[in-house]
């Protein structure tokens, strides 16, 4: 068996569902800003959840469950300490 051909489709399929959900991102970075959330901070947060969804989605060595759990907790604490006083 030709590992190019079990291997190479996959990964196109795997990528294939990667574009189409990395072009939501954007919106959801603005959204976060138009909640008043701070630029850097909605950012780091959409680069966190780019990394998760990429190890899962590539199973790139991705993080158990209770760390993904911490790690998304953080992120919400992060959030909540870094809106902007723009109001």
Do not use: C, W, Y
């Amino acid at each position: 068996v030709d590992l190019a051909t079990v291997v190479v489709p996959v990964a196109v399929e795997r990528l294939a569902v990667v574009d189409a959900d990395a072009r939501q991102r954007p919106r959801a970075v603005q959204q976060l800003e138009a909640d008043g959330i701070a630029p850097a901070a909605a950012t780091l947060v959409r680069l966190a959840a780019d990394g998760l969804f990429f190890a899962r989605a590539l199973k790139l060595a991705p993080p158990s469950d209770a760390v993904t759990a911490d790690v998304l907790a953080m992120l919400l604490d992060l959030v909540g300490s870094h809106q902007s006083n723009a109001d």
